[in-house]
């Protein structure tokens, strides 16, 4: 996220830390997910379309 301290933005109900810590762990799953697709799709391409 920006290293700029916007506290001011974030009300008393929300918790930075894990909102933080929720982002950053779908940009992870997105990441691996994405690698995983290209995955299956190179092994068709390489083992299914001889």
């Not at 830390?17 to 390489?46: C, M, P, Q, R």
């Amino acid at each position: 996220m920006s290293d700029h301290d916007d506290s001011h933005n974030w009300s008393d109900e929300m918790d930075r830390d894990e909102h933080e810590a929720t982002y950053d762990a779908f940009l992870n799953y997105s990441k691996w997910g994405t690698v995983l697709v290209v995955a299956i799709l190179f092994f068709l391409l390489v083992f299914v379309y001889q």
